[in-house]
């Protein structure tokens, strides 16, 4: 349960975890049933949870414990990084400590936060050199008796007080060890105990001399970041192709992706990665290419009625589908060599194991229908209201 919760938590919020953990914690309450689950129904429950390959390897990692470990979860932070894939040095140090009680520290973006506070380290916080030492620290730090509750105080501290905008020194249970607070109090760093070890001018944890103390800006001048990478912008052309199913219902035709990559093994709309540059009629020229060899019939660029655009931001890409519709009148055969396809109904559509974005698409395409039946109703009503006329 400590393991799935903090793979559950990394980069993501509690209470949006809070539903997926008791799905997942109630139909794979153990390592056996997990490891018995399939990658497809991994998927399903992951389903708009996002970074799609930590599901993945929490499975792999519980298969690899029942079958090659016996069973026999590995208990020291050590072991776990080593043997489990998927585990880093935060969750290692996390279950090792919550779950074992293992004397072992954890630094995650809160702890981050506090120590760089606590200490006055002002170099660039993800930098190797002051993540080893933040490490070394939070080692040396936790309580040898009750690690685990040590540790889940120290984050609760940066995500309740020490906070990254507004942090609430005065109620802090440790502002008296605090220097950047002392700097913020005294507008001069405490002194240093002994200079000669310090290293200063080239000192791989002093903020750089560029980059002066801004009084403004009290403690949370620190910690400090290097400039974050802006997300490279990429364009997506998609179709929702739709038929009538049983029933007059729509159903939807949904693909897999491949089982490595970005949102690896999940299903989505036909979709292509779009040059950079292409002009409208070129996007439906190349997305009528590629629903050609899904539908194994010619598909006239005419045909494809464009919805709008779906902008969704993963994690280091500035998606925008391109979002188009195609209406089919008879059925379709698949075809199996190509890639597993399937027709699905709205309802399975959101039971499958699709992303968020493809979510969005969904929803473009229902709004678009909306909109389509109101101007027909509106035009009907208009068509009453003349021959209406016309009879008075
Ligand atoms: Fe953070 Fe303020 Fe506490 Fe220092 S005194 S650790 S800056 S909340």
């Known amino acids: 349960a400590v393991w ?12 949006t975890v809070i539903d997926y953990y008791n799905r997942w914690m109630q139909k794979w309450p153990t390592l056996q049933a997990l490891a018995a689950a399939s990658l497809e129904e991994v998927n399903e429950l992951w389903a708009g949870l996002g ?59 809160n702890v ?45 501290l940066g995500a ?17 060890y605090c220097r950047a607070r002392h700097r913020k109090l005294f507008g ?6 002994d200079v000669e070890d310090c290293g200063a001018g080239d000192c791989p944890l002093c903020p750089k001399a560029t980059e002066p103390w801004d ?37 939807y035709l949904i693909v897999q992706r491949p089982s490595s990559g970005l949102l690896a093994g999940l299903w989505e709309f036909p979709s292509l990665l779009l040059a950079p540059g292409l002009r409208e009629e070129e996007q439906r020229e190349v997305l009528a290419d590629h629903l050609r060899a899904w539908t194994g019939q010619p598909v006239e660029t005419g045909s494809l009625c464009f919805i709008g655009e779906v902008i969704h931001v993963f994690s280091h890409i500035h998606q925008t589908y391109v979002v188009y519709s195609l209406s089919l009148d008879g059925d379709m055969a698949l075809d199996p060599a190509s890639s597993p396809s399937r027709w699905v109904t709205e309802e399975e559509f959101h039971a499958s194991a699709v992303s968020t974005a493809m979510k969005k698409v969904l929803r473009a395409r229902e709004r678009q229908r909306g909109e389509q039946s109101g ?8 068509r009453g209201a003349k021959s209406g006329a016309a009879g008075s």
Do not use: H
Request: hydrophobic share 35%.
């Open 375 to 382: 101007r027909a109703k509106g035009s009907k009503r208009k």
């Open 112 to 156: 981050i936060r506090v120590l760089c506070r606590l200490r006055c380290i002002g170099a660039d916080s993800s930098s190797p050199a002051v993540i080893d030492r933040l490490w070394d620290m939070a080692n040396a730090l936790v309580d040898r008796s009750r690690p685990g509750d040590f540790n889940q105080a120290l984050m609760e």
């Open 188 to 193: 001069k760093p405490t002194p240093v105990p």
């Open 4 to 15: 799935v919760s903090e793979v559950m938590l990394q980069q993501t919020q509690v209470a």
């Open 215 to 251: 009084s403004s800006l009290g403690v949370t001048n620190f910690p400090r970041k290097a400039a974050k990478k802006q997300p490279r912008a990429e364009r997506t052309a998609t179709c929702v192709l739709e038929r009538r199913g049983r029933r007059g219902v729509p159903e």
């Open 51 to 109: 970074y799609y390959s930590r599901g993945k390897r929490l499975q792999e990692a519980a298969r690899k414990v029942v079958s090659q470990l016996a069973g026999r979860m590995p208990r020291t932070a050590e072991d776990l990084r080593k043997l489990l894939p998927g585990v880093g040095r935060y969750t290692a140090g996390a279950i090792a400590s919550i779950a074992f009680g293992q004397a072992t520290g954890v630094v995650d973006g």
């Open 160 to 176: 309740t007080v020490c906070t990254p905008k507004a942090p609430l020194c005065g109620e802090c249970p440790v502002k008296q």
